[in-house]
């Protein structure tokens, strides 16, 4: 999968990939500026046309605090391709304070804690959170969590986070790639 880049630090090791964004762009109703950053976030173009657009929408339109949010959310995932990690989470906590709902607020900041570092239990809480506001693609949001969760030596949580990704998402190979790596034992009674 394109959207797909090598985590550096100790996760290289064992593999891992995690996604640069949920391909979670926000979609938004009607035209303008607004519209035309969540086209370019959705299409992966972090261009300087792209982050125009996003500014403009947020400077100069009237947008709804739903559209305001999902904005900050498209601009988020421009910030995360050209891996500009501090500034896509300052969108994301920017969107949550405006719609605590906005489910892939949550699941992209916790994608953006992830390729931080050191950061995986306040990416588990992240993503956990956006799974429960039943995020466009949830798949994506499990894999992540499982990737934190393995980081956290929590081996039985990342095989079932990456068992529940590989699930909902049968022809992504990442998730079926990670569960090869784990054997199943039984433990005595």
Not at 97 to 117: M, S
Not at 172 to 181: I, V
Request: charged fraction near 25%; proline fraction near 3%.
């Amino acid at each position: 999968m394109s959207t797909h880049k090598l985590l550096a630090g100790a996760l290289i090791a064992v593999g891992f990939f995690i996604p640069d964004t949920a391909h979670g762009a926000v979609s938004i109703i009607g035209a303008g500026f607004s519209r035309v950053c969540y086209e370019l976030a959705e299409s992966g173009r972090a261009s300087d046309e792209a982050f125009e657009n996003c500014d403009r929408a947020l400077s100069e339109q009237a947008l709804s605090v739903r559209d305001r949010a999902a904005t900050l959310v498209n601009r988020g995932i421009l910030y995360m391709r050209k891996k500009e990690h501090a500034a896509a989470i300052a969108d994301y906590e920017a969107a949550i304070r405006l719609k605590t709902d906005l489910a892939e607020a949550y699941v992209n900041k916790g994608i953006a804690l992830v390729h931080v570092g050191g950061r995986d239990g306040e990416a588990v809480n992240f993503l956990s959170q956006g799974l429960d506001l039943n995020p466009v693609r949830p798949e994506v949001a499990y894999y992540t969590r499982g990737v934190a969760n393995e980081a956290l030596g929590r081996t039985r949580a990342a095989y079932d986070d990456y068992r529940q990704a590989a699930a909902l998402k049968p022809g992504w190979a990442e998730p079926q790639k990670q569960l090869k790596r784990f054997s199943l034992v039984s433990k005595p009674a």
